[in-house]
């Protein structure tokens, strides 16, 4: 460690690394964030293209309402996001029915009760569920604890109104709902593929129950797109002394005497650092690792499956086409009796109507995405580049079926149309294979930590506990800039 004891690297200018440095650098760190890519935000960020702004991966931001990670950040920081609220969150749409997803509480167990008769007693369970465990999470709650002063902050968080929750803790969201109809199950499955990356069968309870909550927490368009939020981090940042560095890939993390003592860059540089964080997933770290220290992760990798891939279509559409009075968020199941993903699953954002930076006049930028299997692409794409370009434009043509359920009329309103695959998340967000959105939450007890054995190198983004989300990897980097300034004292 340097003599300063205060210098602080980030690797990655997504969200939770740059939450993380902004906190740092508010306790009166030294910081410095050093992202690969020309602009911030990775998974959550925005991209320019024929005057359009698409956003590349999130596109509903939630966590902004009071108590949520978004509105204590900005407190802290003294921010005001550039947000305004959507209701409905979205429309859930299965073959014969569309549920939608109000914010308003009233609206929604309006709407359950007459599409989804004969489901109240789980739902106010799951209600019950979700209350205790956001109640939990408003309070610094370092899971899974990894030091003794995680317990002991962790024992702080619990209240008497905890208590009825714990019986819960090893449960999967299915086994709340044993007699649920296939059309509840179809429900439960799509919501928690996309905020839990599991389906109800695996999903924990508590996790899934605050997971289904997510769209009367609220949810908001961001002005200018998502990637607005890590902008304005970054901006913060390089306005109180810190620094961010674009086009700055890590490709190496120093270790010596068992301490991470600097990085270097693909550009030559080299920082010197007394505290590393890691915006990276565990591949993406053991990547930069050598020799024994890479030992320990690279055995934890090999052992642990690959999490989801994306795919995405980014559309620019004529709105004249587009159905009047069209909410801008749905998600469409085409066959419950398969699984979901690979385009049997698809879920559709359009940029706020009101939002003059996010498309040309009278123009409209959309987000489609499914979950997918990185493997199939990868092989493809370094055994049979025709065969790739097939499988491409078959998923392109597919989402673009699906979204025809929830919106009429989309196919004819296309006038730019871009696919991703995870061959472009590897190459946009530097995410090993394309994998995203971080690990399924199932058992709690098998959750993921920050801690990765060398005492000064941290993981920060949704690779570690809560996982997904502009929300959770806040958490998460809250989480982790507690801790560095426990070690440093401050
Ligand atoms: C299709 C899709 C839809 C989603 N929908 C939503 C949604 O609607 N709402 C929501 O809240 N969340 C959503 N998510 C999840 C959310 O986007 C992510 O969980 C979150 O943004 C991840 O943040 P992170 O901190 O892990 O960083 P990442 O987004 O992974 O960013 C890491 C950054 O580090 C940089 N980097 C990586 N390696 C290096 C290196 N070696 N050197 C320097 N820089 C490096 C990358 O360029 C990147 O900028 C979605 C994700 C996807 C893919």
């Given amino acids: 460690m340097g003599l300063s004891n205060n210098r602080v690297v980030v690797i990655g200018a997504g969200i939770g690394g740059l939450t993380a440095a902004s906190l740092l650098l508010k306790a009166g760190l030294d910081v410095t964030v050093l992202e690969a890519h020309v602009y911030p935000g990775g998974s959550a960020g925005t991209f320019y293209h024929k005057g359009y702004r698409f956003d590349a991966g999130a596109t509903l931001a939630g966590g902004f309402a009071p108590g949520g990670p978004h509105f204590r950040l900005a407190e802290m920081l003294d921010l005001d996001w550039p947000i305004q609220p959507v209701d409905p969150a979205w429309v859930v749409h299965l073959p014969d029915k569309s ?60 209240r008497p109104s905890t208590l009825p929750a714990i019986p819960y803790l090893t449960r999967t969201i299915a086994g709340l709902a044993r007699t649920a109809s296939p059309e509840l199950r179809a429900f439960l499955d799509a919501q928690l593929l996309i905020s839990a990356q599991t389906t109800a069968d695996k999903a924990n309870a508590l996790y899934g129950s605050a997971a289904l909550d997510l769209p009367r927490r609220g949810v908001n368009h961001v002005r200018g797109g998502i990637g607005s939020l890590a902008k304005m981090l970054a901006d913060w940042i390089a306005a109180n002394g810190g620094q961010v560095l674009y086009r700055q890939e890590v490709v190496e993390i120093v270790v010596r005497n068992g301490h991470a003592a600097a990085v270097r860059t693909n550009k030559g540089l080299t920082a010197e650092a007394d505290w590393l964080l890691a915006n990276l997933t565990p591949w993406g770290l053991v990547g930069l690792l050598d020799g024994d220290a890479a030992n320990g992760w690279r055995q934890k990798i090999e052992t642990t499956p690959a999490t989801w891939g994306a795919f995405t279509l980014y559309l620019g559409l004529d709105a004249a086409h587009l159905p009047k009075n069209l909410p801008d968020h749905h998600q469409v199941v085409v066959d419950p009796s398969r699984p979901l993903g690979e385009t049997n699953s698809v879920f559709i954002s359009l940029s706020d109507p009101n939002d003059g930076q996010r498309a040309p006049k009278g123009m409209r930028a959309a987000t489609l995405s499914t979950h997918t299997a990185v493997a199939p692409w990868w092989e493809l794409q370094n055994r049979d580049r025709a065969a790739y370009e097939v499988r491409r434009q078959q998923y392109a043509e597919r989402m673009v079926a699906a979204a025809e359920r929830a919106i009429p009329g989309i196919g004819q309103s296309i006038r730019l149309c871009l696919p991703g695959t995870p061959v472009t998340f590897q190459r946009f967000t530097r995410r090993p294979q394309g994998m995203v959105g971080g690990f399924p939450q199932e058992s709690l007890f098998r959750a993921h930590g920050p801690a990765t054995g060398i005492p000064n190198l941290w993981l920060v983004g949704d690779s570690i506990f809560p996982g997904q989300s502009t929300a959770g990897v806040t958490v998460g980097g809250m989480r982790v800039a507690t801790a560095v300034l426990h070690q440093t004292g401050h």
């Fill in 99 to 158: 549920i939608t997803q109000w914010a308003n509480w009233e609206q929604w167990r309006a709407e359950r009760q007459a599409k989804l008769p004969g489901t109240e007693r789980f739902w106010q369970l799951q209600e019950r569920l979700a209350a205790a465990a956001w109640d939990v999470s408003s309070r610094p709650f370092p899971w899974p604890p990894q030091s003794f002063n995680d317990w002991v902050t962790l024992v702080k968080a619990i």
